[in-house]
C-alpha cells in the first residue's frame, strides 16, 4: 500500500497532494491541503527570508499596512509602534479632526533635518503640526509637545545631536515626561546619533522604542508615520 508522504500537518498545497502516491486519488479538499498555510506571529501579515542568509527581520508588515504597501518593517519596530496605532484609533474615534503627527526638534534642526523630515511627512499625505508654523517663540519644549499631542494622533521627537544637548536644559520633571510617554503617542525619531547618548541624556525618553535613520532613511520613516497615522 502506498504511504503518505505528507509532513505531519499535511500537504502544503493541493498539488504537493496531487504528487503523492496515497493521496493523488483523493480530492483536492482532503485534510485541508488547499488551505493549509505555515503560521506567522500574531503581528505580522507576511514573512519571508530576506537574502542575505535567513534572516526575516526586514520582511513583516504590521496590520495597519495595506497589502499593496512596498513599506517593510523590523520585527521590533513592529511590536514597539503597535501601541502607538491602537492610540491612534483611540484618538482618532474620539477626535475625528486632530492633526495626525505633532513634530517637536531642536530650534538649531528647524531648517535642516527638522525641515527635511517635515517637508517628507506632508508629501506622504501626513498632516504635520511643525512648531516653524504653528507654535508661537518662547514656549518651553516639553510643554510645546504636551499641547501638540492634544491636538494631535501623535507626537514625533526629532532627536539629534542639537536636541540632545538642549533636552538636559528643559528642565522638565520626570512625571511630567512620564504622562507623556504612558499615552503610548510619542514616538521619537533618531537621526545622527544614538539611542545610547539618548539614553545617557534621557533615559525614559529612550525607553520608548521609535525610529532610526541608521536603519531606515529619512523617506521610508516618513511612510511608516504615514501609514501608522492613517485611518
Known sequence: MARCTAPVRGHSSAAAAASCPACRYKSSGYGGYSSYRPSYSS??????SSSGGGSSSRSSKPRWSKSSSSVTYTSSQIQSLTPIRDAVESKAAIQPDVRDAFLCHAWADRKESAKELHDLLEAAGVKVWFSEKDLGLGVPMMRAIDKGLANSKVGLVLVTPAMLERLPKES??????SALLAGNRLIPIVHNTTYDALRNVSPLLASRSGLDSSEDSMTEIAEKIAELVEI
Open 43 to 48: 503581528y505580522s501579515n507576511t514573512s519571508s
Open 172 to 177: 522638565v520633571a520626570d512625571k511630567e515626561l
